[in-house]
């Protein structure tokens, strides 16, 4: 379980890949991470969103972990096309949680659609997400908690604080550029909880 309050803005510095014999995924993709922070304590086994995916670390090295992603990861992700990653490890008990409940179970990818005044900016979202966002809502964009500020039946806004700008991709993601989006899990559970039983 994650926060979505980035700690470290990171680098994919390396990608191999390769298959992964008894993996009914297929290929496997070793994604080699630079993020010095994150490193400082992690162990093979330990869990990092990786621009809101979970993944797990394989090995350590210096400043850089590996992660194997299958393909199934990367084909539903923005991760094969990343460069710069926002990082995270998982939460401890005696951790604050400053964002809200993540879980680096991506949901869908959305598009940056537009970057407006006072850091406002527009993403598109997959009309069967839709249905969870509301205003004043959480969501995840690329790992990182925030706050809906418009809520609209193919697209969201939200709004960037100088820190989001500086310390994650969100400063730097082009409209165009697609990410990735976990909506928040309480939706899903009432959903669920309000369908007709049998």
Known sequence: MFTGIVEELGEIVGREAGNEAGNEAGRV???TIRGPLVTGDAREGDSIAVNGVCLTVTGVLNDTF??????ETLARTSLGRASAVNLE????????????????HVDGVGTMLERG???VVRIGIPPELARYLVEKGSVTVDGISLTVVEAAADSFTVALIPTTL???????TAVGEPVNLEIDVVAKYVERLMMPSG
């Open 29 to 31: 993709t070793r994604l």
């Open 66 to 71: 590996t992660v194997d992603v299958v393909a």
């Open 89 to 104: 490890r998982a939460v401890t008990p005696a951790t604050r949680l400053g964002g809200h409940i993540v879980q680096g």
């Open 117 to 119: 005044q006072d850091a």
């Open 166 to 172: 500086a310390r994650t991709t969100l400063g730097r």
